[in-house]
């Protein structure tokens, strides 16, 4: 799973490398130049992608870890917290599409986009994992 702003980090660094290829035919004088400075360019932007894709490896490897750290931690916080929040998101998405439409003293809470996105990322994240945990489990039962 990696990170979707990479993806546009690795474009934007593309899109800058096409607009300089695009200068080039203005620039250069002959063709060997032009495409002497392309395969420059190009090689610039390998090694870039490639610095983009190794620290988002090293993201996943830190995220990993600190995953490993609280499930191994002695604390009963540390080792729930993530489910404990699922029931707090889990609570505001039936406050606000069960209660407050059917009953009269329920109140609306006023919940920023931010926090519905956050909510959403979060819900999927979390069932995602406990999906690949129980097929993971199948498999090894297999």
Do not use: C, H
Not at 11 to 19: H, P, R, T, Y
């Amino acid at each position: 799973m990696g990170v979707p702003i990479i993806g546009t980090i690795i474009e934007a660094g593309a899109a800058v490398i096409d607009k300089v290829t695009g200068l080039l035919d203005v620039v250069t004088t002959s063709d060997e130049e032009r495409d002497e400075a392309k395969a420059k360019l190009q090689g610039i932007l390998n090694s870039y992608n490639e610095a983009v894709l190794k620290a988002e490896g090293e993201l996943i490897n830190a995220q990993r870890d600190v995953l490993i750290a609280e499930l191994q931690g002695k604390s009963w916080m540390q080792r729930n917290w993530r489910p404990s929040l699922m029931y707090v998101f889990m609570g505001v998405i039936v406050n606000q599409y069960v209660l407050v439409p059917y009953f009269s003293w329920a109140r609306v809470i006023e919940v920023p986009a931010p926090m519905w996105g956050l909510m959403t990322l979060a819900v999927g994240g979390y069932v995602g994992g406990r999906t690949m945990e129980k097929l993971k489990g199948k498999s090894a039962d297999a």
